[in-house]
């Protein structure tokens, strides 16, 4: 009989496949910790990315139009400050009116007698107004209405004219929400005494001054008032009126044949 050959096999144990190629039961690899920087991130090397973002913030930013538009808001408001600074008017006689008070004359009538006179008498007189006379005059002569979107907030004060050397200041006093709104324009003769015009130097609303009747919103009212007044400066400008002479505190006015 043959012998039974026994052959010996070598075994070969295969490494088992883990995590990260380690075999089963090793301890495990521990990552390296992430490097913590306070302030500043280092500059990287050149050429080599660092991986650094800065911060996003979701705070809103301030745009040029947005700080135009503050800016603007802050003019505007200025502005509407400065319209309410009334300029001083204790000085002028008749203002504040007095309630119940006449003017002693009507004025127009005056004026329509003297050239009445200068016509049919062939008579030379010379009339002297005051300035309180003018302004009781013209606030009685005007209608105190007010018209617009703010009519109902609005009350109408008067006119009043401060009468200076060979100068004229004309104000309309108005009160908005309680608050003083005057409007003015400043007056005076410019040319050869035969030939001199009444032309308007100056005009403006509360603080704000401008060079001659430049703002039409100032200047509405006392087109108006001229308006209102057409008889009596039409009886000034009459040919029998040969000067008028403004002095402080009073108008006079010559009427010859």
Same mark, same amino acid.
């Given at each position: 009989?043959?012998?039974?050959?026994?052959?010996?096999?070598?075994?070969?144990?295969?490494?088992?496949?883990?995590?990260?190629?380690?075999?089963?039961?090793?301890?495990?690899?521990?990552?390296?910790?992430?490097?913590?920087?306070?302030?500043?991130?280092?500059?990287?090397?050149?050429?080599?990315?660092?991986?650094?973002?800065?911060?996003?913030?979701?705070?809103?930013?301030?745009?040029?139009?947005?700080?135009?538009?503050?800016?603007?808001?802050?003019?505007?408001?200025?502005?509407?400050?400065?319209?309410?600074?009334?300029?001083?008017?204790?000085?002028?006689?008749?203002?504040?009116?007095?309630?119940?008070?006449?003017? &002693?004359?009507?004025? @127009?009538?005056?004026?329509?007698?003297?050239?009445? =006179? %200068?016509?049919? !008498?062939?008579?030379?007189?010379? #009339?002297?107004?005051?300035?309180?006379?003018?302004?009781?005059?013209?606030?009685?002569?005007?209608?105190?209405?007010?018209?617009?979107?703010?009519?109902?907030?609005?009350?109408?004060?008067?006119?009043?004219?401060?009468?200076?050397?060979?100068?004229?200041?004309?104000?309309?006093?108005?009160?908005?929400?309680?608050?003083?709104?005057?409007?003015?324009?400043?007056?005076?003769?410019?040319?050869?005494?035969?030939?001199?015009?009444?032309?308007?130097?100056?005009?403006?609303?509360?603080?704000?001054?401008?060079?001659?009747?430049?703002?039409?919103?100032?200047?509405? &009212?006392?087109?108006? @008032?001229?308006?209102?007044?057409?008889?009596?400066? =039409? %009886?000034?400008? !009459?040919?029998?009126?040969?000067? #008028?002479?403004?002095?402080?505190?009073?108008?006079?006015?010559?009427?010859?044949?």
């Amino acid at each position: 009989m043959y012998q039974k050959r026994v052959v010996n096999k070598k075994v070969v144990k295969k490494k088992a496949a883990g995590i990260g190629g380690r075999s089963p039961g090793a301890a495990p690899v521990k990552a390296a910790p992430e490097k913590v920087f306070f302030g500043a991130k280092p500059k990287p090397k050149k050429g080599v990315p660092s991986g650094y973002q800065p911060p996003a913030s979701d705070a809103p930013g301030l745009g040029f139009g947005a700080v135009l538009l503050f800016l603007f808001a802050i003019a505007l408001l200025a502005g509407v400050v400065v319209c309410f600074i009334p300029p001083d008017l204790t000085a002028i006689s008749g203002y504040p009116p007095a309630p119940g008070k006449t003017a &002693p004359q009507n004025l @127009l009538r005056r004026i329509d007698d003297a050239i009445s =006179g %200068a016509y049919i !008498d062939k008579k030379e007189s010379t #009339l002297t107004f005051t300035e309180e006379e003018i302004n009781i005059y013209l606030n009685q002569r005007l209608k105190k209405n007010q018209s617009g979107p703010l009519a109902s907030a609005t009350e109408i004060e008067g006119v009043f004219c401060d009468l200076q050397a060979d100068s004229a200041n004309l104000y309309v006093v108005r009160s908005v929400f309680g608050q003083p709104l005057v409007i003015f324009t400043s007056w005076a003769f410019e040319g050869d005494p035969a030939n001199q015009k009444f032309v308007c130097q100056e005009s403006g609303i509360g603080a704000i001054k401008t060079k001659g009747a430049s703002l039409q919103p100032v200047m509405s &009212p006392f087109f108006r @008032l001229s308006e209102t007044c057409a008889r009596e400066i =039409g %009886a000034l400008q !009459d040919v029998t009126v040969d000067r #008028l002479r403004i002095e402080e505190g009073k108008l006079i006015v010559h009427v010859q044949p």
